[in-house]
């Protein structure tokens, strides 16, 4: 197994321009989402998803869009970057409810200038 | 979800146990205790979570007393790869909030020499 894979690792971005974060999972988790952090912070959810079809927004959403088209996949989309965006991306899956035990892939660190 | 309060930092010596406690006053009666630990530039991992009392895997204890309000994490004979940082988490697999993990600042744990 891969686990959650996570692609780019590093991607700098020009104010404005927009792009997709990719995330991918192969152990069959119904749960993924995904979180930002900043230096000196915890991990703040952006949005979430249960299952293929259904996501919703967590705690930042704002500045981002999500899909849930295969139980595997879970881009991220930035619609227009802005410096605040400038960020640790990191992608999760779980089996189940929220206090699965969730797994985490190795993160983007964007950068918008 | 509870909210959850944790030291900043720790430091400890090679060798040494560290128990790292975090309080959550407000936690409901349906909700688990859950601990990740985040290497730098990597993305957090599962450790150990339970409800009451105390549970033990291969690389931790967790206590948690009677009234719930806190719980430690123990880690025993510390070594220098254990230098990360170290996230409480209080959720309800049940919680009306939906999927959403509050990770918080954590505590940063510095193991020397």
């Known amino acids: 197994n891969a686990g959650v894979t996570q692609t780019p690792k590093f991607q700098v971005l020009k104010t404005g321009q927009s792009m997709t974060l990719q995330c991918a999972q192969d152990?069959?988790?119904?749960?993924m989402s995904w979180y930002r952090q900043d230096p000196g912070m915890g991990l703040r959810l952006i949005h979430y998803s249960v299952g293929a079809g259904i996501t919703d927004q967590g705690e930042v959403p704002n500045g981002y869009n999500v899909s849930r088209s295969t139980t595997e996949d879970f881009p991220l989309r930035l619609l227009s970057a802005a410096p605040s965006q400038t960020s640790v991306y990191f992608c999760?899956?779980?089996?189940?409810?929220?206090?699965?035990?969730?797994?985490f892939g190795p993160g983007t660190r964007l950068t918008v200038t | 979800l509870a909210k959850t309060t944790q030291p900043i930092s720790m430091d400890s010596y090679e060798g040494q146990e560290v128990n790292i406690t975090c309080s959550h006053n407000n936690i409901a009666t349906n909700d688990y205790i859950t601990w990740y630990q985040q290497f730098p530039s990597q993305g957090p991992r599962f450790i150990i979570q339970g409800y009451k009392t105390k549970v033990t895997n291969e690389v931790a204890s967790l206590f948690i007393p009677a009234d719930r309000k806190s719980s430690t994490l123990s880690l025993p004979r510390v070594s220098l790869s254990d230098t990360a940082v170290y996230y409480c988490?209080?959720?309800?697999?049940?919680?009306?909030?939906?999927?959403?993990?509050?990770f918080g600042k954590g505590t940063s744990l510095l193991v020397t020499p």
């Open positions: 988490l209080v959720g309800d697999e049940y919680s009306n909030s939906g999927y959403a993990l509050n």
């Open positions: 152990m069959n988790h119904e749960y």
């Open positions: 999760a899956s779980s089996f189940g409810q929220e206090l699965a035990e969730q797994y």
